[in-house]
C-alpha cells in the first residue's frame, strides 16, 4: 500500500509542477492538465468508494459492538468516515452506501456473493462514471428493485452505465428517472398519488422582512409554472437582444446614448417574471368581461397621510408582518387592485381608495388601448401587465386623469420611482428621461407603441 500511494504522490507532484508551468497564453497546456486531473480524481474516487464500502461492511450493525465504527465511538460509518476524511456526514454517507452497493457481499456460511450493482462498481474502477453520477444510478435502481425482476434490473444497471459515459449529473438524473420509471411502470400512478400528497404552500418572513415563499409542486404543477415563467423571461431577453445591433461594438453603443440598465440576474427575472404572472391572475375581475365585476384580490395598504405626501416612514401590508416603506406603498397607491387607507393622527380613517385617486376600469382599458401595453422604450409587457401610474403624482397634487396616467409593467413602475426617471408627454407620445447616472445626456426615449400613418 505504501508503494502504490508514493506513486500517486508523485504523479500528483509532477501535475502540480506542470500547473506551476502553466501559463495563461497556454490553453492547450492548461486543457491537457485539466483532462489529466480528471483521470487521477476518477482513480482517488474508486479507491475511496472501495475504502467506505470496507469499512461500512466492518461497521454493519449485524457486528455489534465489534464494528469498526462503534469501536470508534461512532453510531455510523458515515459519521466517522466524515471525522476521518475531514467531509460532511452526507457526503461520508454516499461513499458508504456506493461503496456496499458496488462490493462483493459475504453471505452467512461465508462465502462470497456478487456486488448488487457490479457494473457500476466496474465503471467506477475503470474511471468512466463519477462517483455522483453512479450514486444517482444506484439511487434510481433501488426506487425501482421492489417493483420488477433481478434481471430487468440488471438490464436497467448495464443501460444507465452505458449511457452516463460523458454526461454530466444532471443528465444521468434525467435518463435514470426515465429508466426507474420504465422498471416500475404499474408504479406511476401511485408516484402521482404520492406528490398530489405532498404538495404544499408556505411562506416563512424572514428577520429582514424579506418573505420566503416554500412552495412544494408536482411535476404537472411545476411545468405549467415554469413553462410560464420561461416563457416571459425569454421574451424580456430577446426584447434586449433586439434592442442592441449585432454590429454596435460597446464605444458605439456609448456615442449614440444607448445604456441598458437592466442588469437583473436569472433569478431576478424570474422573480419578475412570477409576480407578473400574479398580478395578470389577480387584475382579472368577476362579471362580464375584464371591464365588469370586482377585482379578485385587494390588498390594503395602511399609512398616515404625512407619509403619502412625503414618502416617508413605514407603511403595513395587511396579512404580513414586515413593514414597507412609504415611498413604495405610494407606488402600490397607483394599482386599481390595492386600497390604500391613509391614517390620521387619531387613527382616522382620511381616505379610502377615493376614486380621484384610483384609475377606474373603464379609464385603465382607455389607458391600454392607447399606449397598447406597458409604455417604456421596447419593453412589450402586455396591457394585464401593468399598473396604471401618475405622470404628476397625485401625492403631489396630480389628477387622475387620463392626461395624468400611463401604464406601466411592475418593474418599469420600480423603475420609474426608485431610479429617478421622468416621464414627459409630446403630443401624446410618451418620452423616458433616464436619470444622469444612466445616460450623461439624459437622452429622451420614446416610448408606447409606434403607429405608422399612411
Known sequence: MKVSTDALAAHLAALAQAWDDTIVDQPGMLLQLIGELAAVQRRIDALRVAVAGELADLSAAHRGGEGMARRAGHSRPGSYLAELWQISVAEATRLCELGLATRQRTALDGSLLPARYPAVGEAIGAGSVGVEAAVVIVRELDQAAPFCSAEARAAGERLLVEHAQGLTVKQVQGVGRQVRDRLDEDGAESRDVIRRQRRALSWVTEPDGMVRLVWVMPPETAGLVRAGIDQLVGEQLRAARDRVPESAAPAALADTGFVDSDDRTMPHRRADAAEDLFRQAVNCTCGAGRGGGSPLVTMIVRMSLDQLRDGLGA?????????????????????????????????????????????????????????????????????????????????????????????????????????????????QVPYFIPPPWIDPDQTPRRGGKVVITM
Request: net charge negative.
Open 315 to 427: 407603511a403595513q401590508i395587511d396579512g404580513i408582518d414586515a413593514g414597507i416603506s412609504a415611498t413604495r406603498a405610494r407606488i402600490l397607491a397607483a394599482d386599481a387592485n390595492i386600497i390604500p387607507i391613509v391614517l390620521g393622527g387619531a387613527g382616522e380613517v382620511l381616505d379610502l381608495g377615493r376614486s380621484r385617486r384610483l384609475f377606474s376600469p373603464a379609464q385603465r382599458h382607455a389607458l391600454a388601448e392607447t399606449y397598447g401595453g406597458c409604455a417604456f422604450p421596447a419593453c412589450g409587457h402586455p396591457p394585464s401587465y401593468t399598473e396604471a401610474h401618475h405622470l404628476h403624482w397625485w401625492s403631489s397634487g396630480g389628477v387622475t386623469d387620463l392626461d395624468n396616467g400611463i401604464p406601466l409593467c411592475s418593474f418599469h413602475h420600480h423603475r420609474i420611482h426608485d431610479d429617478g426617471w421622468e416621464i414627459q408627454l409630446r403630443e
